[in-house]
């Protein structure tokens, strides 16, 4: 397996991108403004996009894309989330005054998209690809996702904050290699970080007690005009687990 970063900023502006990740050639985790980078026949042969959850950084591109290349296809673009998320995505967006519902289009029976619920801790094979719905804690409805090839995995928190439910199962991942982890704001924001959910240095470093695997880390969702600070702060807070800033086209394979 091969996971190639699209996107991985809590903004944009400049060369940043909100959070995208391509699987292989084929599956999308997340759609925010990162997959405007690839091409439309890129697009054209995705055929599955699993969303973390509803917010519009990581699903902004999704109406784009299937408007785009929908009808390039011959086969409906699956789009895997929780109930809840789904429901949104139905209710908010595409509901025909935001978007046309391309679950209808150009019929019920043969449409360009449809959804297909996934319950956390389910798994989706796909090709000998396995793909499962981890626990989140956000301020709506989310989930990360456990990648495994076989033969080793990466994990993907999703937007969370404080999340004691997550690592007592990313702990028995026997072979994970990767966890990219978020950190959206500074210290000096805790408290904007505990309001909206997600975290801070201080708040990761408390995560990453309960972390007992010894793969690596990558930092992402870091906002704009922050991010040195923040990744300052982050290695003071945990430096002895050599965390890296995940970047724009930096490639995993797995």
Same mark, same amino acid.
Request: with cysteine.
């Given at each position: 397996?091969?996971?190639?970063?699209?996107?991985?900023?809590?903004?944009?502006?400049?060369?940043?991108?909100?959070?995208?990740?391509?699987?292989?050639?084929?599956?999308?985790?997340?759609?925010?403004?990162?997959?405007?980078?690839?091409?439309?026949?890129?697009?054209?042969?995705?055929?599955?996009?699993?969303?973390?959850?509803?917010?519009?950084?990581?699903?902004?591109?999704?109406?784009?894309?299937?408007?785009?290349?929908?009808?390039?296809?011959?086969?409906?673009?699956?789009?895997?989330?929780t109930a809840d998320t789904l429901q949104i995505l139905?209710?908010?967006?595409?509901?025909?005054?935001?978007?046309?519902?391309?679950?209808?289009?150009?019929?019920?029976?043969?449409?360009?998209?449809?959804?297909?619920?996934?319950?956390?801790?389910?798994?989706?094979?796909?090709?000998?690809?396995?793909?499962?719905a981890l626990p989140a804690n956000h301020v709506v409805?989310?989930?990360?996702?456990?990648?495994?090839?076989?033969?080793?995995?990466?994990?993907?928190?999703?937007?969370?904050?404080?999340?004691?439910?997550?690592?007592?199962?990313?702990?028995? /991942?026997?072979? %994970?290699?990767?966890?990219? =982890? !978020?950190?959206?704001? @500074?210290?000096? *924001?805790?408290?904007?970080?505990? &309001? +909206?959910?997600?975290?801070?240095p201080s708040m990761l470093a408390a995560e990453l007690?309960?972390?007992?695997?010894?793969?690596?880390?990558? /930092?992402?969702? %870091?906002?704009?005009?922050? =991010? !040195?600070?923040?990744? @300052?702060?982050? *290695?003071?807070?945990?430096?002895? &687990? +050599?965390?890296?800033?995940?970047?724009?086209?930096?490639?995993?394979?797995?």
């Amino acid at each position: 397996m091969k996971l190639r970063v699209l996107g991985c900023s809590g903004g944009i502006g400049g060369n940043l991108r909100t959070t995208s990740f391509l699987l292989d050639h084929d599956v999308l985790i997340d759609a925010g403004t990162g997959v405007n980078e690839l091409s439309l026949t890129e697009l054209s042969v995705i055929d599955h996009i699993f969303v973390t959850h509803s917010h519009l950084d990581h699903i902004c591109s999704i109406p784009f894309m299937v408007d785009s290349v929908g009808f390039m296809r011959d086969r409906p673009l699956t789009i895997y989330a929780t109930a809840d998320t789904l429901q949104i995505l139905q209710q908010h967006m595409f509901n025909w005054k935001i978007w046309p519902d391309f679950s209808e289009i150009p019929n019920s029976q043969q449409p360009i998209m449809r959804y297909q619920e996934i319950a956390l801790g389910e798994t989706v094979m796909l090709n000998g690809r396995r793909i499962t719905a981890l626990p989140a804690n956000h301020v709506v409805p989310a989930v990360g996702y456990h990648l495994d090839s076989g033969t080793s995995s990466l994990v993907f928190t999703g937007d969370t904050t404080s999340n004691p439910a997550l690592w007592p199962i990313v702990n028995r /991942i026997e072979n %994970l290699r990767y966890l990219i =982890i !978020e950190t959206a704001f @500074s210290n000096s *924001e805790r408290e904007l970080a505990v &309001l +909206s959910k997600h975290m801070c240095p201080s708040m990761l470093a408390a995560e990453l007690k309960l972390f007992k695997r010894s793969a690596e880390v990558f /930092i992402t969702h %870091l906002k704009p005009g922050e =991010i !040195e600070l923040t990744m @300052s702060e982050i *290695e003071q807070a945990v430096g002895a &687990l +050599s965390p890296k800033m995940l970047l724009n086209n930096h490639e995993f394979e797995f």
